[in-house]
């Protein structure tokens, strides 16, 4: 190692003549300790011949690595002076505001630092990290605004990538986000639209039904029609904002991957870029309108219309930045009561949301990627509703081959088969012990019925009849659902096993659905009901499993 620092250390700065043939290069020898070190340079190749072979074995390493770096180069060139032109003045202005925001909570940090300086227990990890902290990282990105607080979400939401702590402290960026005044979104409708406002819609509700990061929802009613609708207006200025940080973040990732290609093993660019396109297509309502038209025309292929739905999307109405939605009228799958009040049998609805979203695997371009209460529903007709298609997965055959295996052998408790399933579906270079990964694996599943699944009983009187109504609503615990996915995770990148994204969303939404059973039907098993199909045979006829 030492002839080998010595020779990177000779060639930094020394200018090597370019000669057509290598029969015409000077040869240069050197001696470092008891060996000869002669070598012969063009400019692009660097020659060395060492008496030890073990010695030659390491350089020709080292001159691989360099031409192998040095033909990238002009590819990296290219691709940041072209996202820079991308970028535009707008990379310029988020740049101003990055360093208020590193310096706003580098205060922060340094404030802290001096105070803890004197604890007699020390510095704690999390500041010792510095902005690199989870802790301080999350309140950085929280300060940068809309794209990172999204990047946030997506980091707690893909343990598969990132290390637990991260994806801990990242949940917090699922909070509510600043609502943005109704003058403002009146003045987009309007440039969307490009038209008066009172011309398309009767009526818009002030106060907005929800505001997330990106976007905005307010209520509405339609002129003429006097239909009932939602309004999705995309934030002011997040467009611009997202463009300027996605591109800022794949330059430093593919300047990273350069000077260390031990992060292209680890795919840093491919991981960047499914970001960067999962965000982007988040931002766009043409995407997320196809998305939910994609789903009803499965719905209306399937004959699944009486049994579940998603809204209407009204195109004249809609444009990139708008998205105009039938409204649906319901309850989360989480109101108890409310679902009582509704159905006779809470368990066959959450069947036949079972059945439609696992048929959907399949038989449908795409899959609802978010189905937490708030975007699944029990309407007020008895349908399933599935609301906000801004999230969706598309799942490859051989990831769902795996991943069927892998549920079959969750429900019979087969660990062979699933440690079999995971090495199937993650990407490895090294051989595992299926065996003493099974074991594991027993240890994590076997854990999952004494998970605490936390239910809040309220109780209320009715004003009109003095009936005592009785509303039992699940508290989602995030960080809990995550603890088990991410033993999963942690297990399996122990014998070397990289997964892809979709098994995170497929785990995410399963788990969602493992909750509902325990509130809405706790005495059913969802992987071994024969009620629900998970099978590939989801194009059945057969209307009694919805």
Known sequence: MASVSVFRGFLHGRTVPLFPHQSQLPVTSILIGSKKLEYRSNGLRLYARYSDSQSARTQDLFTSRLQESMEKLPKLVEDIVQTSINTGPRGAVRLAQGIQAVIGVGSEWVAELSQS?????????????????????????????????????????????????YVQEFQYCFDRAPVVPFEEIKSILREELAGPIDSIYDYIDPTPLASASIAQVHAARLKGSQADVVIKVLKPGIEDVLVADLNFIYVVARIVEFLNPDFSRASLVAIVNDIRASMLEEVDFKKEAANIESFRSYLESMGLTRQATAPRVYPECSTKRVLTMERLYGVPLTDLDSISSLVSSPETSLIT??????????????????????????????RIGFLDFGI???????????????????????????????????????DVDSRAF???????????????TEIVVATATRTNTNATAISANLVVDERQMNALFLDVVRVSESYGLRFPREFALLMKQLLYFDRYTRLLAPNMNMLQDQRISIASNQRTTNPNIY
């Open 117 to 165: 300086r004197n604890s007699p227990s020390g510095i704690p990890s999390q500041l010792q990290l510095g902005l690199l902290s989870p802790l301080y990282l999350r309140k950085l990105f929280e300060r940068l605004g809309a794209t990172y607080i999204k990047l946030g979400q997506f980091i707690a939401s893909a343990p598969t990538l990132f290390p637990e702590e």
């Open 353 to 382: 949301a079972l059945n439609v979203w696992f048929g959907s695997l399949l038989g449908c371009e795409s899959f609802h990627a978010d189905v937490h209460a708030g975007n699944l529903w029990l309407l007020r007709d008895g």
């Open 392 to 430: 969706v997965g598309r799942i490859s055959p051989k990831t769902w081959g795996a991943m069927e295996v892998f549920l079959g052998s969750i429900a019979t408790e087969e660990y062979e088969s699933m440690a079999s399933a995971l090495i199937e579906m993650g990407a490895t270079n090294t």
């Open 438 to 452: 099974a074991r594991d694996l027993e240890k994590i599943f076997s854990s999952i019925q004494d998970l605490d």
